[in-house]
Nanobody
Framework: QVQLVESGGGLVQAGGSLRPSCAVP????????FGWFRQTPGKEREFVAA????????LYAESVKGGFTISRDIAKNTVYLEMNSLKPEDTAVYYC????????????????WGQGTQVTVSS
């Protein structure tokens, strides 16, 4: 069992920045690729970004390219999602997920999920 603990969401004005984080206690951090997803009420879960087990490869949804950056810190067992130039349409609950094979877009391929952190962008 892998525990994922998100934090760092919040309320920010349009154009601002946030950096949610996903802590992974234990010794399994390097065994997993990680992804960030988001969901708003009444809509399907949406892929945002993913990072490989080594951290050397990343993948982004077209809607966030150039504004969001995913990274991982092996010393802190933590995955980050740096979000810049935020827009009201970025408002959602953001979820971190772990995949034991490779970074992928499909949420169904992920093995473990965090509880989510709310990001709200005001206009």
């Amino acid at each position: 069992q892998v525990q994922l603990v998100e934090s760092g969401g919040g309320l920010v004005q349009a154009g601002g920045s946030l950096r949610p984080s996903c802590a992974v206690p234990g010794r399994t951090f390097s065994m997993y690729a990680f992804g960030w997803f988001r969901q708003t009420p009444g809509k399907e879960r949406e892929f945002v970004a993913a990072v490989s087990r080594s951290g050397g490869s990343t993948l982004y949804a077209e809607s966030v390219k150039g504004g969001f950056t995913i990274s991982r810190d092996i010393a802190k067992n933590t995955v980050y999602l740096e979000m810049n130039s935020l827009k009201p349409e970025d408002t959602a609950v953001y979820y971190c997920a772990a995949n034991s094979v490779f970074m992928v877009v499909a949420g169904d391929e992920y093995d473990y999920w965090g509880q989510g952190t709310q990001v709200t962008v005001s206009s």
